[in-house]
């Protein structure tokens, strides 16, 4: 059953650029840089909310765990910049239409990819085990999910200001950038079935995840 809650997890982080996804600091933050609302206080707000969602479970049902996951997703991630960078060199093809429609499908999917995953319970805890120093408007967050049998799975977010904010803007899970990987994949897909093709496609996984792993 922990095997199975933690490939879960790591399927979720690994599906969706998240999915991306995730989660308590032991860092003072550093005076000259921080903000109001830095690096590892959204990481503990967006962990707040999975492990909420997590507990509620079948509960919230997939539609309660969407509502509650929604903001707080839209407001940890740079889902615009990801959105853009993940299509490559085929986002400056997309009329000014094609880009609305994506951008809202790219975000409904990263919010039902979370809201469809993390939806049971076993013990997990989420935390925040340490915040670099800003590098080229540049912050690393290292954040763990410890399963109730102590196993746990390391995340690195990447954040960038973003406005005025910081965003998440990757996740390296093993050294492996889920950005990258949902680029490599977006970009085949386009370059076969076009752009109706790719929002098809994202459609399709957004009713999966809203009709997986009911009770």
Request: hydrophobic share 40%.
């Amino acid at each position: 059953m922990f095997n199975h809650r933690r490939k879960s997890c790591q399927r979720t982080y690994l599906g969706i650029l998240l999915a991306t996804i995730v989660l308590c600091v032991v860092f003072a933050p550093i005076s000259g840089y921080a903000l109001a609302n830095g690096p590892s206080e959204v990481i503990n707000k967006l962990n707040s909310s999975l492990l909420e969602a997590m507990k509620g479970g079948g509960k919230l049902g997939y539609e309660g765990r969407y509502r509650l996951l929604n903001p707080v997703i839209r407001e940890s991630f740079a889902l615009s910049r990801m959105a853009r960078m993940a299509t490559g060199k085929y986002w400056d093809t997309f009329s000014k239409e094609e880009r609305d429609v994506y951008l809202n499908t790219y975000s409904q999917w990263s919010v039902a990819s979370y809201a469809g995953r993390f939806n049971e319970y076993s013990g997990e805890q989420f935390k925040v085990v340490s915040e670099s120093l800003p590098e080229r408007n540049t912050v690393s967050v290292i954040s763990k999910l410890i399963e109730n049998n102590k196993e746990e799975v390391e995340f690195n977010y990447q954040f960038r200001l973003v406005d005025g904010s910081w965003r998440i803007v990757d996740i390296r899970i093993l050294g492996i950038s889920q950005l990258a990987l949902t680029r490599a994949q977006f970009v085949s897909i386009l370059g076969v079935k076009g752009f109706n093709g790719l929002i098809s496609l994202m459609n399709g996984k957004i009713v999966e995840l809203s009709k997986s792993n009911e009770k």
